[in-house]
Nanobody, 115 residues
Framework: VQLQASGGGLVQAGGSLRLSCATS????????VAWYRQVPTKERELVAR???????IYADPVKGRFTISRDNAKNTVYLQMNSLKPEDTAVYFC??????????WGQGTQVTVSS
């Protein structure tokens, strides 16, 4: 199984980026998908999750600014990030989980927001 994250980069505060995570999962629609982020010396934290069914959830720091979406026909999950802040700087990871055994991670993409 492959999860290929892309779309990271350097952006000024207030700008936008769109992350993509293309997967090779043949039953992608059955998986909960999510984006996490991590900075050095801190644990990986959940940014947003789009379950296979139901509404998306967001971490408080990104509510109203980030939007997670999924395209089940393309086996891809996206993260639209608007009004970016320097504190959003991190490596962003995509995750696809069906159960504890079927739990997959992408390689991470760096997002850097300059002030």
């Amino acid at each position: 199984v492959q999860l290929q994250a892309s779309g990271g980069g350097l952006v000024q505060a207030g700008g936008s980026l769109r992350l993509s995570c293309a997967t090779s999962l043949s039953t992608f629609e059955r998986y909960d998908v999510a984006w996490y982020r991590q900075v050095p010396t801190k644990e990986r934290e959940l940014v947003a999750r789009a379950p296979s069914r139901g509404r998306a959830i967001y971490a408080d720091p990104v509510k109203g600014r980030f939007t997670i979406s999924r395209d089940n026909a393309k086996n891809t999950v996206y993260l639209q990030m608007n009004s970016l802040k320097p504190e959003d700087t991190a490596v962003y990871f995509c995750n696809a989980k069906y159960n504890s055994r079927l739990d997959f991670w992408g390689q991470g993409t760096q997002v850097t927001v300059s002030s």
